[in-house]
């Protein structure tokens, strides 16, 4: 749900000359003096969030702004080692999940947060600062208060530490931030967007940002920050489209779409992806039932360098490597995410966690591999083995041999095998002893007659 909550303190401007940069007159500084600074919040909860940062009244975050050239530096407090280093607070790129640590800047595991400078590099008029956060639980709200200074000032320290009342040396306080619903931390996905009526908040070469923990009931207080937006007001308003889309699937399902770090597959997942993983992710629900299980509701799919390999499930997030999916978008590339599909669909893990059996990997791979190249895409032929390869396959071989082996079991036995198998898997009840169970023959029988097969097809089931 958005909750959206815009706070208004009457502050004066933190550039305090404001005649010399602003006004022509002694009238016009008399009329104009004094500000209005807003404090706009919105908070998704983890059941709406999704990568972006889309919200209702805050912007999402934009590459280019001020902010992405500015230098941030710590000036008190200690990075958390678990956390991704200062560069994630401007580089553009943003968590794909609510438990991401290494896409989120945050401070040390038991410390009450700490200052953090941005400097500018020169003095901009500040239009709009934007920051954003996100965790599943008490690390998601923000709790700071801004400061900015033009750093010209004779009592100037560019540093203050916590033992420095920043309106004492050179600085203006902008706005206090606080978050929380009710002053109780709560997990979801913010975003605080500071402005002012009259379209600026003063010019300013730093902003210092501290930052204080959300909860004292454990060491886990310290916001998860995800990114920081520093708006020029005399910056040409940004053209740039949104690379992250966000889409609805029919049956209350969603997902996204990020191509942030691979601006050019935004148009490839718009015409060709996107409408597949549409259509297919109800059919795999479907496909793939338990009892008393409900799939994902949201997922995301994120092309990130990060990545060296083709594309990984983890829970409900897909990332994908940008150089793979480039090499290969008019052939396997689409086919490859409907794979993923089934892995965000299956959650086998839920099973270990509970101590059930664990889940063969074959079939782990097998059954999203048999969905991919017997049922999303049968005219590819990509499972296929020719008969001179049979004699080294093996039907737990894994991914396209051991689709093969499970189209063939399912075609000549048992149309109903796949849903059984993963209920068995998802609710850590599976052993070999299924497939006698369905198929009245143990599974080493099945795979000998499913060899032969492959040596004389003419011969094999369709």
Request: charged share 25%.
């Amino acid at each position: 749900m958005i909750a959206v909550n815009e706070r208004k303190a009457g502050m004066s401007r933190f550039a305090m000359n404001t005649s010399l940069h602003f006004l022509g007159t002694l009238l016009a500084v008399a009329s104009t003096a004094v500000a209005e600074v807003k404090v706009a919040v919105d908070h998704l909860d983890n059941e709406h969030a999704a990568p972006g940062f889309k919200f209702a009244n805050v912007p999402a975050p934009r590459r280019g702004d001020a902010g992405s050239k500015a230098k941030f530096e710590i000036v008190e407090g200690e990075r958390d080692p678990n956390g991704g280093d200062i560069a994630q607070l401007n580089n553009g790129a943003f968590p794909a999940s609510a438990d991401q640590p290494r896409s989120n800047f945050f401070f040390r595991e038991g410390t009450d947060g700490g200052r953090i400078v941005a400097d500018l590099g020169s003095a901009i008029d500040v239009k709009q600062v934007n920051t954003y956060s996100w965790h599943r639980e008490a690390r998601g709200p923000q709790v700071y208060h801004l400061y900015a200074s033009e750093g010209t000032a004779a009592d100037f320290n560019a540093q203050p530490k916590r033992d420095t009342d920043p309106t004492k040396a050179g600085w203006t306080l902008v706005a206090k931030v606080d978050t929380r619903p009710d002053g109780k931390p709560a997990g979801g996905q913010y975003g605080v967007a500071i402005t002012d009526d009259q379209g600026s908040l003063g010019k300013a070469r730093y902003l210092l940002f501290d930052f204080n923990r959300t909860e004292e009931t454990d060491n886990l207080g310290n916001t998860f920050i995800s990114e920081i937006d520093i708006v020029d007001r005399n910056a040409p308003e940004a053209a740039e489209e949104s690379l992250v889309e966000a889409v609805e699937i029919s049956g209350g399902y969603r997902f996204t779409v990020d191509t942030t770090e691979a601006p050019d597959l935004t148009d490839w997942a718009r015409k060709e992806l996107i409408p597949v993983m549409q259509k297919w992710y109800p059919l795999i629900v479907d496909m793939l039932p338990s009892e008393g299980y409900t799939a994902p509701r949201n997922f995301s799919i994120t092309f990130t360098d990060s990545y060296r390999g083709v594309a990984a499930t983890g829970g409900n997030r897909i990332v994908c490597s940008p150089s793979w999916y480039r090499k290969n978008l008019k052939t396997e590339a689409v086919g490859s995410l409907v794979h993923e599909l089934v892995h965000v669909v299956q959650q086998y893990g839920r099973a270990r966690r509970n101590g059930g059996s664990r889940p063969p990997g074959w079939l782990v791979e097998g059954v999203p591999d048999y969905i991919r190249w017997y049922l999303y895409e049968p005219e590819s032929k990509g499972a296929e083995i020719k008969p001179a390869n049979a004699g080294r396959a093996r039907h737990d071989g894994s991914y396209r041999v051991s689709a093969n082996f499970i189209n063939w079991v399912v075609g000549k036995y048992d149309k109903g095998l796949i849903k059984e198998l993963n209920s068995a898997m998802r609710e850590g009840r599976y052993s070999p002893e299924i497939w006698k169970e369905r198929t009245g023959k143990p599974l080493e029988e099945l795979a000998d007659e499913w060899k032969k097969s492959l040596e004389a097809p003419a011969t094999a089931a369709n």
